[in-house]
């Protein structure tokens, strides 16, 4: 599992807009200076790649892509998706060592690291990590992506993401939700803003979208 050292590292990626063909999705990742990240510590690792490359600009884009059988080798569960660069000119790509920190992230946030056989997992999960990255409590932000065939199945689709984060964290403001559709209503991206108290109300939002059909990605 990564550490919790290097997951803050990358606490200011923000995923969204996620759609297209399930092998092999395109999505935009924007850099939020800030976001959710720790205070300065004069010994954590920068923020900097460490080969001195530059780092993500805003606009940036990546392909998501269902992740290849052989992943299972490196101890890795069986299915997720990673990330590669969207862009074919070379001097726009996102270099190698970027795309390894993010897909180490987005592996992460998949819950795609498991402890060995007969290794007892430490970390409870996604909580320790979660839990070492913020103050609570805090505002979080929750992201699910579906398919919707009409309208019916949109705002089905919207009920279910909001009833799983309100079970578990209680009611939402107003202005909390927002939905938007992509490739022409055949997918729609929900996100949802709520002040969580701790990092265990996050593992149980996220557990149940897992365990909701209609999901096909969240975070």
């Given at each position: 599992r990564p550490s919790a050292a290097l997951l803050a590292r990358h606490s200011d990626f923000t995923f969204f807009a996620v759609s297209g063909p399930a092998a092999r999705r395109r999505c935009a990742v924007t850099v939020v200076a800030g976001a959710g990240a720790p205070e300065e510590d004069?010994?954590?690792?920068?923020?900097?790649?460490?080969?001195?490359?530059?780092?993500?600009?805003?606009?940036?884009?990546?392909?998501?892509r269902e992740a290849p059988r052989s992943?299972?080798?490196?101890?890795?569960?069986?299915?997720?998706?990673?990330?590669?660069?969207?862009?074919?000119?070379?001097?726009?790509?996102?270099?190698?060592?970027?795309?390894?920190?993010?897909?180490?992230?987005?592996?992460?946030?998949?819950?795609?690291?498991?402890?060995?056989?007969?290794?007892?997992?430490?970390?409870?999960?996604?909580s320790a990590l979660t839990g070492a990255l913020l103050t609570f409590p805090a505002e979080h932000g929750f992201q699910a992506v579906g398919k919707t065939a009409n309208s019916v199945e949109r705002d089905e689709f919207v009920r279910l993401v909001t009833a799983a984060v309100e079970q578990h964290t209680g009611d939402l403001a107003e202005n909390?939700?927002?939905?938007?559709?992509?490739?022409?209503?055949?997918?729609?991206?929900?996100s949802?803003?709520?002040t969580v108290s701790g990092a265990e109300q996050i593992n149980?939002?996220?557990e149940q979208l897992r365990q909701t059909p209609q999901v096909i990605m969240h975070w």
């Open positions: 004069a010994d954590a690792p920068s923020n900097e790649s460490p080969s001195g490359e530059e780092p993500l600009l805003p606009g940036d884009s990546f392909e998501a992943a299972q080798s490196a101890g890795h569960a069986k299915g997720g998706y990673s990330f590669v660069s969207g862009h074919q000119d070379e001097a726009r790509a996102i270099s190698g060592d970027v795309l390894k920190r993010v897909n180490m992230v987005s592996r992460a946030q998949q819950d795609l690291y498991k402890s060995p056989e007969g290794v007892p997992d430490t970390e409870r999960g996604i909390a939700v927002s939905v938007r559709e992509r490739m022409g209503g055949r997918y729609v991206s929900v949802v803003r709520q149980l939002v996220l």
